[in-house]
């Protein structure tokens, strides 16, 4: 079974652009989320997705966004990048019990991004 | 609020030592998970050990959930077991789920 594959690996972006990175999650995997790790902050949860809505959010800025598809794939989007948006953007697939709880997720190889 | 503390941050082992790396975590989380980051930054599955004793190989992990602590421990270690580990917590609460991670156990092997 293949896992969780993030496009693209690796990106540098000036301050002010927009980026947005995709996630593929293990086949038959609904639930998606993001996580931002940085050496300050550490890894944080961004949010997560499920039948193409958003469950839940963690404690970042509305420049933070994101989607689901239809087949589970998600993106996140960032707008206005700053200097302090450079970190190492994962995503995680599981899935979701009947009651909501998720099972254990799995991780893709991460999307590093580095605002110039 | 939701709590996830990882004890020792640093290790420095020679290869061939053991190890045992701990958790402890507040009484949100209902249920946890183990992960070494690679130099790439790739989280490697470990552990989903709400309760008990797991074993793979040289690794094994306990998760106590009434003392809200979990230990992972590895035997015999080698320079590739050299990383990061972290322990998660997962919480659901209202219908919302997160992993909630700890700061991470730095460990390095030297030959």
């Known amino acids: 079974k293949a896992g969780v594959t993030q496009t693209p690996r690796y990106l540098i972006k000036t301050r002010g652009q927009q980026v947005t990175l995709s996630c593929s999650p293990i086949?038959?995997?609904?639930?998606v989320s993001w996580y931002q790790q940085t050496p300050g902050q550490g890894l944080q949860f961004l949010f997560e997705y499920f039948s193409e809505t958003q469950r839940n959010k963690g404690n970042f800025p509305g420049r933070f966004s994101g989607r689901q598809f239809s087949n589970s794939r998600s993106e996140m989007n960032v707008s206005t990048l700053e200097l302090g948006d450079s970190a190492l953007y994962l995503c995680?697939?599981?899935?979701?019990?009947?009651?909501?709880?998720?099972?254990?997720?799995?991780f893709g190889p991460g999307t590093r991004l580095t605002v110039l | 609020g939701i709590q996830v503390e990882q004890s020792p941050p640093d290790l420095i082992l020679q290869e061939g030592a053991n190890s045992t790396l701990r958790c402890n975590f507040s009484d949100s989380v209902n249920n946890l998970q183990w992960f070494h980051q690679n130099p790439w930054g790739q989280l490697i599955n470990l552990f989903y050990i709400p309760s008990g004793t797991k074993q793979n190989g040289r690794l094994s992990a306990t998760t106590v959930a009434t003392e809200r602590y979990s230990l992972l421990y590895i035997s015999s270690s080698q320079t590739t077991d050299s990383g990061v580990y972290f322990c998660?917590?997962?919480?659901?609460?209202?219908?919302?789920?997160?992993?909630?991670f700890g700061a991470g156990t730095r460990l390095a092997v030297h030959p």
């Open positions: 998660a917590g997962l919480t659901f609460s209202g219908g919302y789920n997160k992993l909630i």
């Open positions: 995680a697939s599981s899935f979701r019990a009947s009651g909501g709880a998720i099972n254990e997720q799995f």
């Open positions: 086949s038959g995997h609904r639930s």
